[in-house]
């Protein structure tokens, strides 16, 4: 299966980790130098450095007849823009994109995007001890709402914050996607420890999101 990955930073990366090993062929586009050399020196993957939404940067990544088109840019527009170019002009079987305006999602796949993924962010850049974790969740609501991705950032006071995975009755009906942890992105196993600033991506239901945050929050 042909993926191509364009732009994004630990997204990017963990969708190449999942991928990468597997019988694919991945063609990975970032805007961003320094992010390409990040994920080069990381994944050993080449990077081709350029805008996704212009046509030679698909066309010098080899971006043809892609089975998946994965678009993570920053701006809605971007992303849009990026997916109707590849579908419409270089044979893209399947587009998905981000937007971070919900209103968005209809709209685009009103205009022929396979499929799009709203994201809401809650306020906050920093981690604080006095934060509560609902400053510290992120959601991200797939398929019209049916599931929900939810980031949370572990703090020192955490109960769960320096127990192995294989040591946390982990409620059954949420899974840990993945853990980020100081730029690198670490895939989850029973010898994997939980430490303080993890940034965990928590897969759940809509209707068990608090039930997630309160096991996060629950302090020693």
Not at 44 to 65: C, K, M, T
Not at 97 to 126: E, R
Request: aromatic fraction near 8%; charge should be neutral; include cysteine.
């Amino acid at each position: 299966m042909k993926i191509v990955i364009a732009n994004g930073t630990y997204e990017a990366e963990f969708i190449i980790k999942m991928f990468h090993k597997r019988d694919n062929q991945l063609v990975v586009i970032n805007g961003s130098k320094e992010e390409a050399d990040l994920i080069l020196k990381r994944e050993h993957i080449q990077v081709y450095v350029g805008e996704p939404w212009r046509n030679f940067v698909l066309q010098e990544s080899n971006a043809h007849d892609a089975d998946i088109f994965i678009s993570l840019c920053e701006h809605d527009s971007d992303n849009y823009a990026s997916c109707l170019l590849a579908k419409k002009c270089f044979g893209a079987k399947k587009c998905i994109c981000v937007v971070n305006n919900p209103t968005n999602v209809d709209l685009y796949k009103s205009l022929g995007i396979d499929s799009v993924i709203s994201s809401t962010y809650l306020l906050g850049q920093s981690v604080k001890s006095e934060s509560t974790v609902e400053d510290l969740m992120k959601t991200l609501s797939l398929e019209n709402n049916k599931i929900v991705i939810v980031e949370a950032v572990i703090l020192s006071k955490f109960k769960i914050a320096g127990k192995k995975l294989m040591n946390i009755a982990f409620p059954k009906y949420a899974s840990i996607s993945c853990i980020y942890r100081n730029g690198e992105v670490v895939i989850p196993n029973g010898q994997v420890d939980i430490r303080t600033k993890d940034k965990l991506l928590i897969t759940c239901a809509p209707e068990d999101q608090n039930k997630v945050m309160a096991f996060i929050e629950q302090e020693k």
